[in-house]
């Protein structure tokens, strides 16, 4: 299948049936004119899991023989981050399959440019699953700051506190062997969002981050979880501008879980999530506690799933691209940098020191 496939009913292959994996089925199901054909998981319980949330779809042990069939137009990679690399290599080789990939592109830059290499020149769109684009409030923020409600962009400020990493098949996550380390697992979201919103190259990293409540007391195999649970992670950019992240992962206990700001020369705007707010801030209009307040609602969202709707959002966008034969939204390379900003952030903590990008890239 190719680009340009009109009102076709697009038939989906799901690599990885574990939470992320039901999350996609889930939303795709939600599209008109789109099924879920097949699932694929090396896992038993989770590939019974993905058949409950698509009946009639026919589940396979390895995602090299779902690959035989001819019938499938996309496959959703959800598979452990770990894995994407390999996974890729297979299906970047049938070049007209459309490919949507789950957070993060994979673990390492490295994989990241061998990934870009072997998606070059193929007739399939892949699309970089980075969903938080799409949540309602933050897309309104994306929207505000694109028009120049903010002016000229000087920071942006991004604070999620929230709870723990939950328990995936095996504790894959419990190990930054396999997830890149959480500024790149979890943190990829937000260094793609400040990139968009700042709308500059990053340069440098400085971060300082550690592993101090969550999974101290687990032990897997004989070896102790070594994620990081908290950090605080600042990008310079090449246009002068900065941005931070403050990243709390046992502060479940809170209002909102994200919250975004962004300070230009006219305005600051800020989105809460899940308040589901957008606010306004203009210079020489309004002053500290009162500013111009939107709540944000989405109708045309089908499926609210996980994220706030931003998955069925992201896989509405995906499916028109692969019909109209548009360019996707989300590219390999917005994943490829937003995996190098967390990957130079775990190595500033790991050494102590400010990272050149450069370093990275």
């Avoid at 009109?6 to 008109?32: C, F, P, Q, S």
């Amino acid at each position: 299948m190719t680009s340009g496939s009109g009102n076709k009913t697009l038939r989906y292959g799901i690599v990885g049936a574990g939470m992320m994996g039901v999350e996609h089925i889930e939303n795709i199901l939600a599209l008109d004119r789109c099924e879920v054909a097949a699932v694929s998981d090396p896992d038993e319980h989770s590939r019974q899991v993905g058949l409950d949330a698509a009946p009639g779809a026919v589940a396979y042990a390895d995602h090299s023989d779902m690959l035989e069939r001819s019938d499938l137009d996309v496959v959703v990679v959800a598979s452990p981050n770990h894995t994407h690399a390999d996974v890729l290599g297979d299906l970047l080789g049938v070049d007209n399959l459309h490919l949507l990939v789950e957070k993060p592109l994979c673990t390492t830059v490295e994989d990241c440019d061998r990934v870009l290499d072997q998606a070059e020149g193929r007739s399939g769109l892949v699309w970089m699953g980075l969903e938080y684009r799409y949540m309602p409030p933050v897309a309104r923020l994306i929207d505000e700051v694109a028009s120049g409600s903010a002016g000229n962009v000087k920071m942006v400020s991004i604070r999620e506190h929230r709870f723990p990493f939950l328990t995936k098949v095996g504790n894959w996550n419990r190990f930054s062997r396999n997830t890149g380390g959480t500024l790149v697992e979890k943190c990829c979201h937000f260094f793609d969002l400040m990139c968009l919103l700042v709308d500059a190259n990053p340069i440098r990293v400085m971060a300082s981050g550690s592993q101090d409540v969550n999974h101290l007391d687990e032990i897997y195999d004989g070896d102790v979880p070594d994620i990081i649970d908290n950090a605080f992670v600042i990008v310079d950019f090449d246009g002068g501008q900065r941005a931070m992240l403050d990243l709390c992962m046992f502060a479940e206990a809170t209002r909102n879980q994200e919250e975004i700001s962004v300070a230009g020369d006219e305005a600051k705007l800020e989105a809460l999530v899940p308040d589901d707010v957008v606010r306004i801030g203009r210079r020489g209009e309004h002053w500290i506690g009162s500013v111009e307040e939107h709540h944000i609602s989405d109708k045309s969202i089908a499926h609210e799933g996980l994220h706030h709707g931003a998955s069925f959002v992201e896989h509405r966008k995906f499916a028109d691209c692969i019909r109209s034969g548009s360019a996707p939204e989300v590219s390999l390379a917005d994943g490829r940098l937003s995996v190098a900003i967390g990957a130079a952030a775990h190595l500033s903590i790991d050494e102590g020191r400010i990272v050149d990008l450069g370093e990275i890239l």
